[in-house]
C-alpha cells in the first residue's frame, strides 16, 4: 500500500492550491480518504474527508467553504482543493487511508502560506 501526495509548495495569502493523493497497492475504489495537516510545533490534524464513491464529503469547521476534497477513482487520485489560503494553513498535509488494521498515511506534502 502506497499513498503519494503532491502539489505543496508555496503561495501568498489569498491564493489557492491543489493537492493530489495518488494511492496504489490496494482497491482504491472501496475506502474513504481523509486529508490531515500537521503545522509546526501543533498535532496533526484533520482536515475532510471523502467516501469511497466520492459522493460525500465532510469537512472540519476551518476547511468550510474554502476547501475542497474530490476524487477520481479511474485514476486512483484524491485532491484536495484550497482556496483563499492564510498563513495559519501553512503544515504539511497528509492523506491517509483505513486499509487493513492500523491505515496508511503518504509522506506528506508541504503548504507554505507567507506573503
Known amino acids: 500500500v502506497q499513498l503519494v501526495e503532491s502539489g505543496g509548495g508555496l503561495v501568498q495569502p489569498g491564493g489557492s492550491l491543489k493537492l493530489s493523493c495518488a494511492g496504489s497497492g490496494f482497491t482504491f475504489s472501496n475506502y474513504a480518504i481523509s486529508w490531515h495537516r500537521q503545522a509546526p510545533g501543533k498535532e496533526r490534524e484533520a482536515v475532510g474527508t471523502i467516501t469511497a464513491s466520492g459522493t460525500r464529503t465532510n469537512y472540519e469547521e476551518f476547511a468550510k467553504g474554502r476547501f475542497a476534497i474530490s476524487r477520481d477513482n479511474a485514476k486512483k487520485t484524491v485532491y484536495l482543493q484550497m482556496t483563499n489560503l492564510k498563513p495559519e494553513d501553512t503544515a504539511v498535509y497528509y492523506c491517509?487511508?483505513?486499509?487493513?488494521?492500523?491505515?496508511?498515511w503518504g509522506q506528506g506534502t508541504q503548504v507554505t502560506v507567507s506573503p
Open positions: 491517509y487511508a483505513p486499509v487493513g488494521i492500523r491505515g496508511y
